[in-house]
C-alpha cells in the first residue's frame, strides 16, 4: 500500500503565498518522480510542477517564476512554494507519484487533493 498524504491548502489574497506538502509512504522501493498537477470544475486536471528524484524540475509556463517545488531529502516528500498567487490559480491540487514497490513493479499514485483559493 503507497499513500500520498497533502497539506497546506486554504483561502488566500491575490499576491499571497501559500505552501503545499507532500509526503509518500508505505511500501515504497524508489521514487522516480513527484509532483504536483491541478483541476477546477469542467478542466482537465494539468500539470504545475514536478521534481524528478534524479534533481529535474519541470513547470508550467503559467507558473514559471512564482511556484517553486523542492525535496525533503530526508523523507519521501515533495514541497510547492507558492508565491504571488492569482485567483486563477484557484483549484483543488493534487499530489501525484511515479514510484517502485518491487524491483519490476510499479505505478502513478495520487493524493486526495487539497484545495487552493485565491481570493479577496
Known amino acids: 500500500q503507497v499513500q500520498l498524504l497533502e497539506s497546506g491548502g486554504g483561502l488566500v489574497q491575490p499576491g499571497g503565498s501559500l505552501r503545499l506538502s507532500c509526503e509518500a509512504s508505505g511500501s515504497i522501493l524508489s521514487i522516480v518522480v513527484m509532483g504536483w498537477y491541478r483541476q477546477v470544475p469542467g478542466k482537465q486536471r494539468e500539470l504545475v510542477a514536478t521534481?524528478?528524484?534524479?534533481?529535474?524540475?519541470n513547470y508550467a509556463d503559467s507558473v514559471k517564476g512564482r511556484f517553486t517545488i523542492s525535496r525533503d531529502n530526508a523523507k519521501n516528500t515533495v514541497n510547492l512554494q507558492m508565491n504571488s498567487l492569482k485567483p486563477e490559480d484557484t483549484a483543488v491540487y493534487y499530489c501525484?507519484?511515479?514510484?517502485?514497490?518491487?524491483?519490476?513493479?510499479?505505478?502513478?499514485?495520487w493524493g486526495q487533493g487539497t484545495q487552493v483559493t485565491v481570493s479577496s
Open positions: 501525484n507519484s511515479r514510484l517502485y514497490t518491487g524491483r519490476s513493479d510499479w505505478g502513478d499514485y
Open positions: 521534481y524528478n528524484w534524479g534533481g529535474a524540475t
